[in-house]
């Protein structure tokens, strides 16, 4: 059977990268209130950040790199997804982002990133890095006190006792726990979903791959990404190529996650790579670039290519994470100097990089339209991060969260190669109605995006209805639905049956259905928002508003 193209089945139903640039989050907040910094003189302002489907950490990591740009302020990142695989590369990727220099360099570290991060098969000295660090975090997972000392930055109190235990589990499976390459044979299950993909177009599917490229992904405004790495992508799942191409051969056990199947009549846990096949990881770090050099084209072919980009701005954007973790001092800030010399500096450590500066808080996988109840939650966060594959969530009870005059920002879905255009403007036109119905109004004076859509919070009815929320005109909103029958994952031949050491007490988290069709926003079910074992066996603990030093 031929996949139409327009069915969104590339996309997939969990997300491992983000199909948007990098953002600074800093610079998408509303500035620190006047009287709320004369309140705070003598403590550094805070910066409350609720991101939904952030997936990869790009927008935290691009934020603290650039910290060192902006007055002090201390950060809260209140992150919430929807499968564990998720909130367990966040902490993978923290932690290899955040490992000291001395036990691994900075170009070791940029380009581990990028193999864990973006491809399908690693080198295995890759792999053993990744084995290593899983063990370790499977054993502080369940020990919460040795956590909070070596990793002071994270904190996992918010998520389910259930939910913790299948992290673990999720750890394990990383770190070894099934022997072998039969246990997650990614190579395989790529070849079958992209086979499930293009139907009979699979022989051709590298006219597939360049008409998707140049057609779409390069009139969308990413012209560096090249042919050959795009065609390698879609053909292996090995987007960044640093080494020769044989080096690559150990599966990516990160990009594995488990759903429900039916088989039989029975319901079946299976274990698969249900991410996107369609777009890629480059769009994250690998299309814009503050170095506008690394941009320029040659009788009209960019000099760079999409990887290149890549590594290149992954290297400066840990170098800069590094640099903000020494003090200000021994980077020459001459205010920070004079703070020292009167005695009025906060006291600072040389480690790194300032994980005294910045908290990451992993909320419950269900917990999006709960979290008004909460009264440390309502009114609280001065910025909202919402993924196009989460849109469905935005809701008036999401928007209770965001603190009076917050702002708003929404992933569009440009970069699914998927969508046609007149869909495209109708997933726009959608966002912006739920937005309006969320309580928030378009930014007067924002810059016109194609890939983001921004608003800010305001009591004023009037105000929420002055119209789209893009600059561009979209038509009416209409259905954007394509069936979940083609959004389906593939049959049982596709998938690994799991056979995973957790403990029964800590059942397969599933990834939200609702992530399968961006079309769902326009019809949203609040039984799609529920997992299967979402069922609370245990109280959520007691917001915790102490920072995380």
């Not at 640099?323 to 200000?328: C, L, S, Y």
């Not at 709960?370 to 009114?379: F, G, I, M, Q």
């Not at 403990?503 to 529920?530: D, F, H, K, T």
Request: proline share 8%; net charge negative; with cysteine.
């Amino acid at each position: 059977m031929t996949t139409p193209a327009g069915s969104g089945t590339g996309f997939g139903s969990v997300s491992w990268w983000g199909l948007s640039p990098a953002l600074d989050l800093q610079a998408e907040s509303p500035p620190v209130d006047p009287e709320a910094k004369a309140d705070t003189e003598h403590r550094t302002p805070e910066l409350d950040v609720l991101l939904l489907g952030s997936v990869d950490g790009r927008h935290l990591l691009r934020t603290l790199a650039r910290a060192a740009l902006w007055p002090r302020r201390r950060f809260n990142f209140y992150v919430l997804e929807n499968n564990l695989e998720a909130v367990a590369r966040h902490m993978l990727i923290f932690s290899l982002a955040l490992e000291e220099p001395e036990k691994m360099g900075l170009q070791e570290r940029s380009e581990t990133f990028m193999e864990v991060w973006g491809n399908a098969l690693l080198r295995p000295a890759v792999a053993a890095f990744v084995r290593a660090q899983a063990d370790l975090l499977a054993h502080l997972v369940p020990e919460p006190d040795r956590m909070a000392e070596q990793l002071p930055w994270l904190s996992l109190g918010a998520l389910k006792f259930r939910e913790r235990d299948a992290l673990e589990a999720v750890f394990r499976f990383w770190a070894g726990g099934e022997k072998g390459p039969e246990a997650f044979p990614m190579s395989r299950l790529w070849d079958l979903r992209l086979r499930h993909y293009l139907g009979s177009r699979y022989d051709a599917r590298h006219g597939v791959s360049d008409w998707d490229l140049r057609m779409k992904l390069h009139d969308r405004g990413a012209q560096v990404i090249h042919t050959h790495e795009f065609r390698r992508w879609r053909d292996t799942g090995v987007a960044f190529e640093l080494r020769d191409s044989s080096a690559y051969h150990v599966p990516n056990r990160t990009l594995a996650s488990g759903r429900l199947l039916s088989h039989r009549g029975e319901r079946v846990a299976a274990r698969g790579y249900w991410g996107d096949i369609a777009t890629g990881p480059f769009v994250a770090f690998g299309i814009e670039a503050d170095d506008k050099s690394l941009l320029r084209t040659s009788n009209g072919q960019p000099v760079k290519t999409a990887g290149e980009i890549t590594q290149h701005n992954v290297t400066e954007l840990f170098r800069e994470v590094a640099a903000w973790g020494r003090p200000r001092a021994a980077q020459g800030d001459p205010e920070e100097k004079q703070q020292r010399a009167s005695g009025t500096a906060e006291p600072e450590t040389s480690g790194a990089p300032a994980q005294e500066s910045f908290t990451i808080h992993f909320l419950p996988l269900d917990s999006a339209q709960a979290l008004h109840h909460k009264s440390c939650y309502k009114n609280r966060f001065q910025l909202l991060y919402v993924a196009c594959g989460m849109v469905h969530l935005l809701s008036p009870e999401l928007g209770a969260c965001a603190a009076p005059g917050g702002n708003l920002i929404v992933e569009l879905a440009r970069y699914l190669v998927d969508l046609r255009p007149e869909q495209l403007q109708r997933f726009s036109a959608r966002v912006g109605e739920l937005a309006q119905a969320a309580g928030f109004a378009p930014q007067t004076g924002a810059r016109p995006s194609e890939t983001f859509a921004r608003f800010c919070k305001s009591g004023d009815p009037a105000l929420r209805s002055t119209g789209p929320a893009l600059d561009s005109g979209a038509p009416p909103p209409e259905v954007l639905a394509p069936s979940l029958e083609a959004m389906s994952p593939p049959h049982g031949d596709l998938t690994q049956p799991l056979e995973s050491p957790a403990p029964p007490s800590a059942p397969l988290q599933l990834p939200s259905e609702s992530q399968c069709s961006l079309g769902e926003v326009l019809a949203p079910s609040q039984e799609a928002l529920a997992l299967p074992n979402s069922e609370s066996d245990s109280k959520t603990p007691e917001c915790d508003l102490t920072p995380g030093d």
